[in-house]
């Protein structure tokens, strides 16, 4: 009984991934655009979709050629139903190198890198790589851990759930592409499930996403179910100074001391790390901090922009954006003070007095630079600044992106310094959590009961993690912002492609992440627990199903 219990999914999914694997499908190529409608194909080789087609729907996303999510619907009895969910996008294959033909091909991979590994001086990394590669409890392959084996375990469980004569409630299966760079799969899927839901009579109660983790020791933290899901930020300051000649420093205002005064109050400070559910979020850290100049001269620069990636546990974008206000208020106010001191020190030393002290700096959020662009060009300068956004639509550097159009609000606007403005410059992640909904104890207890069925029965422990350290479509799936979020949120955002634009009648579900783990995702040692992404994952996602549906 044991040993068919061993081989209940193992072989199948261990197939059904490595197939989904060898469709490359990495973010933003036409291997990313065909792999919807060969997924779908892949499903209506089941026998359940054979004689009922239209419950696998491919639902446009974006690009040209245009990407496809894939919805497929197991129906049973009553309205009550549970979404599986992955994406299918994976990162470049670049870091392969020689090997890059090989990085789609699991089996011929391994063999591969084990060659490579065992024929050179290896650093510890490496060498805990070969160890795990000869083992045979691990498979590389690009996309493997992040995130097709997930998707595999979703439809093997999807299967068996068809194969159940006298189902109770309904299984729905969701693969979306474009997770890695704005997931705006799930964002259109999300859009499109509320018809979806509608046309079958679905009552969509909860939600599983399959995204993978890391784990460098024994699996004991890999093998998780994340309640939530990190939030992410990226707060942007443009500091505007007066620029002076270098021989005549205190004749303007320097932008970049401000600029430092704002980067030392952020970086890395455990004082603005948010709290909840016992775990700690990263500090904030600066992405990118650089003047605007063109090119040399021997005078300040005018312009100094800063990029802060922030997470969060627990604070919305706009509680993030209101605290970088303060932080980015008081540290504006120490760098004048910090200034004028040594402008009256260095006008001691030579005995003369120098030019008037530095007035207080301006604070301004890219809201009210917006207002003002308004007031002072009227509907010519919002013409001329939405042409710098369609400019920059289809640009992959959300921060670039912001920067440009932030400097054309400034200079529209004729904004002098000293000033900040201060907004958003990326796709805001929300943070979410499984105790923010009510009404989701039988989901809680369906889980608790499967994870102590696979403990009972001798399978590995799986333990219960607060927030999934990722950034993933767990911020968008089962999610619905607050209006009030989405005002805020919307105003301060000046590059409007990286507005989140909710449809009012979104579903609100609560969702959990439980996939597959393994080591260094993303990576040219990209390398999937086999044991437990093929047979452990899936079993304990049918043990959910039975009992949350049944």
């Not at 997931?183 to 899927?189: E, I, K, N």
């Not at 009510?438 to 994870?451: D, L, Q, V, W």
């Amino acid at each position: 009984m044991e040993q068919r219990r061993k081989l209940e999914f193992g072989p199948r999914v261990r197939e059904l991934a490595c197939r989904l694997v060898g469709w490359g499908s990495e973010t933003g190529t036409p291997g990313e655009a065909e792999f919807g409608a060969k997924l779908a194909g892949l499903l209506r080789e089941m026998p359940y979709f054979r004689t009922h087609p239209d419950q696998v729907r491919l639902v446009d996303s974006h690009g040209d050629p245009m990407t496809q999510s894939v919805i497929a619907l197991v129906r049973g009895q009553g309205a009550r139903a549970l979404a599986l969910a992955g994406h299918y996008d994976v990162v470049s294959i670049d870091n392969y190198r020689e090997l890059a033909p090989l990085a789609f091909k699991p089996d011929e991979l391994l063999a591969a890198l084990i060659a490579d590994l065992e024929s050179r001086p290896l650093n510890t990394t490496e060498q805990r790589a070969l160890e795990d590669l000869r083992s045979g409890e691990f498979l590389p392959g690009r996309g493997l851990l992040d995130m097709k084996s997930g998707i595999a375990a979703g439809i093997a469980v999807l299967e068996a759930f068809a194969a159940q004569p006298d189902r109770l409630g309904n299984l729905i299966l969701i693969a979306t592409p474009d997770e890695e760079r704005g997931s705006r799969g799930m964002r259109s899927l999300r859009d499109a499930l509320p018809t979806f839901a509608n046309e079958f009579g679905l009552d969509i109660q909860a939600g599983i996403n399959l995204d993978a983790t890391s784990d460098q020791g024994d699996g004991e933290e890999g093998r998780a179910i994340y309640r939530g899901t990190i939030g992410k930020a990226l707060p942007f300051a443009l500091v505007i100074g007066h620029s002076s000649h270098a021989s005549y420093p205190f004749e303007g205002v320097s932008a970049q001391l401000i600029a430092s005064e704002i980067t030392r109050a952020v970086e890395a400070n455990p004082e603005l790390c948010d709290t909840a559910g016992g775990e700690i979020s990263p500090p904030p850290i600066c992405l990118e901090a650089k003047d605007l100049r063109g090119g040399y001269e021997v005078t300040t620069p005018e312009r100094v922009w800063l990029g802060f990636n922030w997470l969060s546990h627990h604070w919305a974008a706009t509680d993030l954006l209101g605290l970088f206000e303060q932080v980015v208020r008081t540290a504006a106010a120490e760098a004048i003070e910090t200034f004028n001191r040594r402008a009256r020190t260095y006008g001691t030393m030579l005995g003369t007095k120098q030019t008037a002290a530095a007035p207080d700096v301006a604070v301004i959020s890219a809201a009210e630079l917006r207002d003002r662009v308004q007031y002072v060009g009227g509907t010519e300068a919002i013409t001329r600044l939405n042409e710098v956004g369609r400019k920059w639509r289809n640009a992959d550097d959300p921060l670039a992106q912001t920067r440009a159009v932030v400097s054309a609000m400034v200079t529209e606007a004729g904004l002098i310094g000293p000033a900040v403005v201060y907004g958003l410059s990326s796709l805001v992640y929300p943070s979410t959590h499984f105790s923010r909904l009510s009404g989701h104890p039988e989901f809680a207890a369906a889980i608790e009961a499967a994870r102590l069925t696979q403990e009972e029965r001798g399978h590995p422990a799986i333990k219960y993690r607060e927030f999934f350290t990722g950034i993933s479509d767990m911020s968008f799936f089962g999610h619905r912002p607050l209006d009030t979020d989405r005002a805020l949120i919307a105003g301060n955002t000046p590059a409007r492609e990286l507005i989140d634009d909710v449809r009012t009648d979104a579903l609100s579900f609560p969702v959990v992440n439980i996939g597959p783990w393994g080591r260094e995702f993303h990576q040219r040692l990209e390398r999937v627990h086999a044991p437990y992404a093929f047979e452990d994952l899936p079993r304990f996602l049918r043990q959910i199903v039975s009992r949350f549906l049944g």
